[in-house]
């Protein structure tokens, strides 16, 4: 990525990151309740993918599967298997500031340090990957909630998403104790 002040500030996760983490601390409260980060990502995901900049050279597309904004369409609030048309309207999600700045806080912190991807190696990025192979994303159809449960001892946690109305409409009987 280029190492320039502008693509720094305005494009890169960590400028996004900075700036949301400069809010958290300024105006907590709204944190969730404003709505421009999860543009500034759609924008860099299509930036690295696309390309852009004055030179070819600056940013060149990368055109990978990661960043495609085709396969992954619900990003963009575009449906499964659409096709991205220019100048098409899309209506990405309204995932609030405060949602992307925890995110961000958890891939670019770890025990309070700052993390370096670059500085990984091979080893280390593929350990991370298979870490995460078994994971998917999943649209909640109706307000639920996580439930979160870690082991005394365990190193594995597990977070179970019930669905609030099938709970709530279940007769007392047909509801597990605890």
Known sequence: MPPDDIYQRNYSVSGL??????????????????YGAW??????????????????????ARHGQLFD?????????????????????IQPPRIPDGVVYRLLE??????GERL????????????VYEGIM???????????????SKPKGSKV????????AAILAAKSGDKPEA
């Open 157 to 164: 946690s597990t977070t179970v998403v019930v669905d609030v």
């Open 39 to 60: 543009a500034w990502l759609l924008s860099l995901f299509r930036l690295v993918y696309d390309g852009g900049g004055q030179t070819p050279e600056y940013l060149p």
């Open 17 to 34: 990151y900075e700036r949301l983490r400069e809010d958290a601390g300024n105006y907590p409260d709204t944190m969730d309740q404003r």
């Open 69 to 89: 904004p085709d396969e992954y369409a619900f990003l963009e609030g575009r449906p499964r298997g659409s096709k991205f048309v220019k100048g098409q309207v």
């Open 116 to 127: 370096s991807y670059r500085a990984l190696d091979v080893e280390q990025i593929g350990s």
């Open 106 to 111: 958890k891939l670019l912190i770890l025990e």
């Open 134 to 148: 078994g994971f998917a994303v999943e649209q909640a159809k109706s307000p639920s909630i996580g439930v979160y």
